[in-house]
T-cell receptor, first 112, second 115 residues
Framework: QKEVEQNSGPLSVPEGAIASLNCTYS??????FFWYRQYSGKSPELIMS????GDKEDGRFTAQLNKASQYVSLLIRDSQPSDSATYLC????????????FGPGTSLSVIP | GAGVSQTPSNKVTEKGKYVELRCDPI?????LYWYRQSLGQGPEFLIY????????DSGLPNDRFFAVRPEGSVSTLKIQRTERGDSAVYLC?????????????FGPGTRLTVL
């Protein structure tokens, strides 16, 4: 089992709809969770981080974490064509110094 | 302020040659990471530095790969006897402390092509 898993997609949603991106992780002691966005040919950039169970909202983005289920998700409301990108889930096992493990990414396409 | 920079942006080499890839992190960032990313895949962890020391090099695929960060700032990833399978985008990232909840800031990457 891979440490961080995501549906590879592509996920297609119409403009204005809600896009739902999912991620599961294998290490139960994982502490920090991140969503990065990567446009084609560009480097990843952080859009959300979450550390506690529940929801965290930032503008049109909501991250959801359920540690018991080892599941983290990202919701994008009012999806825009500019949201079309690959979304990478990343996990850090510790609260102290440790490497971050990335999932394979989910490709999102928002159709105008 | 300047972000993470990487040189060269593109490197084409022949099988069996030696290459060096350079990363210049954000000033003051103590943690530096190297990743390798193939088309359609997420970044694959290679090595992580805290200051000058390699805190975790478990992702280096074999002994052809080596990285250094002698003064705790610039890092060089070195690949000996390159193989076609080494072709990928090599990403460098830095973070302020390397603490678990730190954001990583990525450089633009070096695209390595081994012919």
């Amino acid at each position: 089992q891979k440490e961080v898993e995501q549906n590879s997609g592509p996920l297609s949603v119409p403009e204005g709809a809600i896009a739902s991106l999912n991620c599961t992780y294998s290490d139960r002691v994982s502490q920090s969770f991140f969503w990065y966005r990567q446009y084609s040919g560009k480097s990843p950039e952080l859009i959300m981080s979450i550390y506690s169970n529940g929801d965290k909202e930032d503008g049109r983005f909501t991250a959801q974490l359920n540690k018991a289920s080892q599941y983290v998700s990202l919701l994008i409301r009012d999806s825009q064509p500019s949201d079309s990108a690959t979304y990478l889930c990343a996990v850090n096992r510790k609260t102290s110094y440790d490497k971050v493990i990335f999932g394979p990414g989910t490709s999102l396409s928002v159709i105008p | 302020g300047a972000g993470v920079s990487q040189t060269p942006s593109n490197k084409v080499t022949e099988k069996g040659k030696y290459v060096e890839l350079r990363c210049d992190p954000i000033s003051g960032h103590t943690a530096l990471y190297w990743y390798r990313q193939s088309l359609g895949q997420g970044p694959e962890f290679l090595i992580y530095f805290q200051g000058t020391g390699a805190a975790d090099d478990s992702g280096l695929p074999n002994d052809r790969f080596f990285a250094v960060r002698p003064e705790g700032s610039v890092s060089t990833l070195k690949i000996q006897r390159t193989e076609r399978g080494d072709s990928a985008v090599y990403l460098c990232a830095s973070s302020p402390s390397g603490w678990g909840n730190d954001e990583q800031f990525f450089g633009p990457g070096t695209r390595l092509t081994v012919l």
